[in-house]
């Protein structure tokens, strides 16, 4: 079946720090999502994604569709302690979604 | 913007016993929800599409006798673990997107997951 590689598994970084994560797909995907999961809840929908080479940002977060369509990134500017979480990427085609394998984020005050 | 609510949040049966996990759509109609199972530091696995009035399309390895899931109306749908096993333990997630036809790749809203052990 389709799949989806994230990386980094995880990172620890400093406050105040960049960050950026990507995911990479063999598999062409219509709509790119990124989602952020605290434990023990569902995911929250952080940024979507409908074209190929869109940039979009939601306050510090920016991502991208990659041109190809199979594949996109997450950055977030200046990371802050409540930046800490899982991040999933999500590829979709006709409102079904893989997921990657998430991104733990951890960041130092 | 859109909700989806999940109930319950939390659920401890006993092994052989069957549970019923409840997805709402509160302010959407959903023809068609999804349900994923998330195993402990894993990822969100699909396994199945519920489709309001019609049978649920499972993904391949979900036993469908074992993961009953009714879609009664536009706004709910309900995945029932039958004969629940220690190994069914696992954090239950459903979706629903108020997109359709063209629209279909909306952005999916979550369910705030079920919490399932059995013991």
């Known amino acids: 079946g389709q799949q989806l590689n994230q990386s980094p598994q995880s990172m620890f970084i400093q406050e105040g720090e960049d960050v950026s994560m990507n995911c990479t797909s063999s598999?062409?995907?219509?709509?790119w999502l990124w989602y952020k999961q605290d434990p023990g809840e569902g995911p929250v929908l952080l940024i979507a994604?409908?074209?190929?080479?869109e940039l979009t940002s939601n306050g510090r977060l920016t991502a991208q569709f990659g041109i190809t369509r199979k594949d996109s990134f997450l950055n977030i500017s200046a990371s802050i302690p409540s930046d800490v979480g899982i991040y999933f990427c999500a590829g979709a085609n006709t409102g079904k979604l893989i997921f990657g394998q998430g991104t733990t984020l951890q960041v130092k005050p | 913007g859109a909700v989806v609510s999940q109930h319950p949040s939390r659920v401890i049966c006993k092994s052989g016993t069957s549970v019923k996990i409840e997805c709402r759509s509160l302010?959407?109609?959903?023809?068609?929800m999804f349900w994923y199972r998330q195993f402990p530091k894993q990822s969100l696995m699909l396994m199945a599409t519920?489709?309001?009035?019609?049978?649920?399309?499972?993904e391949q390895g979900v036993e469908k006798d074992k993961f009953l899931i009714n879609h009664a109306s536009l706004t709910l749908s309900t995945l029932t673990v039958t004969s629940a096993h220690p190994e069914d333990s696992s954090f239950y997630i459903c979706?629903?997107?108020?997109?359709?036809?063209?629209?279909?790749?909306?952005?999916?809203?979550f369910g705030n997951g079920t919490r399932l052990t059995v013991t």
């Open positions: 979706s629903a997107t108020p997109g359709t036809g063209s629209s279909y790749n909306s952005p999916l809203h």
């Open positions: 598999s062409i995907f219509n709509t």
């Open positions: 302010d959407f109609q959903a023809t068609t």
């Open positions: 519920s489709n309001e009035g019609s049978k649920a399309t499972y």
């Open positions: 994604l409908y074209k190929a080479g």
